[in-house]
């Protein structure tokens, strides 16, 4: 699967990435977690680090066999100029949140999805985010 998807963005050593590993239905957790697994194994293998891994029956299709596998790099982009100043300021605190999370502070749950809409260009707003240790 891996090798289909890792040439395909591309992903590079050192990227973080969110891994969502889907059961079709039939499929059960055990076995999605043997192939999550074996997925992790080879993103670390490639410098690839997995930031948060999603595992479980989350698209099925009227018990089918099989897993779906997604796999979505973590970056931010440059702001936009349409932005407001507040968001520019909240993004710049985003960038600083996430440099801190390398030194042992959490990043917060909801700066994921942020992230995400951010390089779908879907985020109208930023909303506040706090970094703690």
């Known amino acids: 699967m891996l090798d289909i998807i890792i040439p395909d963005l591309p992903f590079e050593s050192g990227d973080e990435v969110v891994v969502l590993l889907s059961g079709l239905g039939a499929t059960p957790v055990m ?10 194994e080879i993103l670390t293998e ?13 698209f099925t299709s009227l ?4 897993v779906t596998l997604t796999v979505k790099r973590l970056r931010l ?5 349409s932005w407001s100043r507040k968001s520019k300021r909240r ?9 801190m999370r390398q030194k042992g502070y959490v990043l917060p749950r909801m700066a994921v999805n942020i992230i995400s809409a951010i390089n779908q260009r879907s985020a109208p ?9």
């Open 31 to 40: 076995e999605q977690y043997i192939v999550y697994n074996r997925v992790e």
């Open 46 to 58: 490639k410098g690839i680090k997995v930031h948060r891994s999603y595992v479980g029956n989350y």
């Open 63 to 66: 018990e089918m066999m099989g």
């Open 77 to 81: 982009t440059v702001i936009p100029e």
């Open 91 to 99: 993004m710049r605190n985003l960038r600083k949140c996430l440099e």
């Open 125 to 133: 707003a930023l909303p506040r985010i706090i970094c703690r240790k």
